[in-house]
């Protein structure tokens, strides 16, 4: 990560250097997701508190970070990250299926990817709001990223005459914010219905999204 303090060299315990530190990090990821994203949260949680957590050094966590804010941010891309690999996996193993089908079982393996773990719905939903304007940045950027992809498979849905053939970036925009949002309210509690009932309502609004050319 760039501004990282200088790391160690050499091997200990039959382990190298860049071994080291990543296991490190992973410890401090872990820790943070449980604090971040299950505890008191980002904004209610020290450096200290996090290499207690982790069971490591506040000095092995300058090896690794600069601020708190690193490890949100490294966070917040893991759990999209994680959730994209989900949806490209599913993209591939549903080519067979009927179109409802097929957009309805993709947006069900992204729902899987950041609704089972309570942890990764705050650090996606929640924790990243507001927290800084590089925050901001990376957040939008990151939605972004979301909606290019589902530019991109209207467009290919389009080609295989699946889906009816006009300009879909508004309409991505429109629904990312809708996942966005919704997932927020749902996750902060105000949004009374179960995560099926929430997942399915917007699969409804997926499907409506890439209707049918027919």
């Not at 917040?76 to 993209?91: Q, R, T």
């Amino acid at each position: 990560m760039e501004g990282r303090l200088r790391q160690s060299t050499g091997r200990y315990a039959g382990k190298s250097a860049a071994e080291r530190h990543a296991e490190r990090r992973e410890r401090f990821l872990e820790a943070a997701l449980d604090l971040f994203g299950g505890g008191p949260g980002y904004r209610s949680t020290t450096v200290a508190a996090l290499c207690e957590a982790a069971g490591l050094s506040t000095r092995q966590f300058y090896e690794e970070f600069r601020t708190l804010e690193d490890v949100l941010a490294a966070l917040h891309l893991y759990v999209n990250d994680v959730a994209e690999a989900a949806v490209i996996n599913a993209l591939a193993r549903t080519e067979h299926l009927s179109f409802a089908d097929r957009y309805g079982a993709v947006f069900r393996a992204y729902a899987a990817s950041v609704t089972t773990d309570p942890r990764r719905i705050r650090i996606a939903f929640t924790e990243i709001v507001g927290v800084s304007p590089r925050m901001d940045e990376q957040r939008l950027a990151r939605r972004a990223q979301w909606v290019d992809l589902l530019c991109a498979e209207a467009a290919a849905a389009v080609v295989r005459g699946e889906a009816a053939d006009r300009d879909y970036r508004i309409a991505a925009v429109a629904f990312i914010g809708s996942v966005n949002g919704l997932l927020h309210d749902w996750a902060m509690g105000w949004v009374d219905a179960s995560s099926d009932e929430v997942v399915e309502e917007l699969v409804r609004l997926l499907l409506a999204l890439l209707r049918p050319a027919c």
